[in-house]
């Protein structure tokens, strides 16, 4: 790998009649690739996408300033995506094809694959997605592999797994008496043979929160084995970009947690609340919501919290 272009980059071999064409980092990692283009070539509009950053850099190599079109992928989820259009623009340079024009053929033709999710996400999704991080942040500081636990964006019945451990995650407003609501009648319904905890974190929505999607994300990014496997799992969650606004346009602060042991004591409606053992006939959805005033005899100690999770972080041993 080459540093002499004040950025680590890679000579790909490939002439532009400018230069070569280079494949480099940036400071976070992100994939980037830079087309020389002549000093005097006036480029008065980059071609654009909403996952690639675009515009007109200068480098020094060996003394000499070089221009570039420098292509930066900023969606970590399309780096597959964006080696592709880097390769299919470089085999249209080989071709005869000018940088610019190459640059924007080539997204033209990939744009429905560079486009991300801009669909409208909801306050609920936010607080769910930063109750799970929160849990997930916990974890890691226990293990950087705790990443593997996490099975909520896996569509899975609990958000996390280990063995025949698993939590639910749940998040709550600011108010007197935090309630949650249940999705399924088999949301707590224990793993077999094992047991069940529910994690309840009160968020209070403010402008001064310390608490988003971008912050919390960061720190688990930062800390977790493998950064691409949690930002899999992100994507998995419909957040392909754990920074964008879509999923940062709220902040909060953390008001209060609570972690409940699950059992016969708590009010929760499962299969078994029915004749039978059965949902009955015709019923293909239940929702409730648990006052969590009700269930005060399972709230567990601090102490009872950290060695549970300190036992279904053991159970990577076994993944």
């Not at 071609?47 to 515009?55: C, D, K, N």
């Not at 912050?215 to 957040?239: F, K, M, P, T």
Request: glycine fraction near 10%; hydrophobic fraction near 45%.
């Amino acid at each position: 790998m080459s540093t002499a272009l004040e950025i680590p980059s890679v000579d790909t071999g490939i002439d532009t009649g400018s230069g070569s064409v280079r494949l480099a980092l940036g400071n976070a990692g992100e994939l980037r690739l830079l087309l020389p283009v002549r000093q005097s070539e006036r480029i008065g509009e980059t071609p654009s996408s909403q996952a690639l950053g675009i515009g007109v850099a200068t480098y020094t190599l060996g003394g000499m300033p070089i221009r570039f079109l420098d292509i930066v992928c900023l969606s970590a989820t399309l780096d597959g995506v964006f080696a592709d259009v880097a390769d299919e623009i470089m085999e249209r340079i080989v071709g005869g094809a000018f940088p610019v024009e190459a640059c924007r053929t080539t997204i033209e033709d990939f744009r429905s694959l560079l486009t991300m999710t801009a669909a409208e996400v909801s306050i609920q999704e936010i607080c769910g997605l930063i109750g799970e991080l929160l849990m997930l942040r916990t974890l890691l500081g226990l293990n950087p592999a705790a990443w593997k636990l996490w099975r909520g964006p896996l569509r899975e019945r609990h958000d996390f797994r280990g063995g025949a451990l698993a939590t639910e995650v749940k998040t709550t407003s600011r108010s007197a008496m935090p309630h949650v609501t249940i999705s399924a009648v088999d949301q707590l319904l224990p793993p077999a043979g094992g047991t069940l905890a529910l994690a309840v974190y009160q968020l209070a929505e403010t402008s001064g929160g310390d608490i988003s999607v971008a912050g919390v994300a960061a720190e688990v990014l930062r800390v977790a084995s493998d950064r691409q496997g949690v930002l899999r799992l992100l994507a998995g969650y419909g957040c392909t970009d754990p920074e964008s606004w879509e999923w940062n346009r709220c902040y909060f602060r953390l008001e209060n947690e609570d972690h409940y042991l699950v059992d016969a004591e708590f009010p929760r409606i499962i299969p078994e609340s029915f004749s039978g053992g059965c949902v009955p006939a015709g019923v293909e959805e239940i929702s409730y919501v648990v006052n969590l005033g009700m269930a005060e005899q399972c709230r567990l100690s601090d102490a009872a919290v950290g060695a549970r999770h300190g036992e279904l972080v053991a159970c990577l041993a076994h993944l």
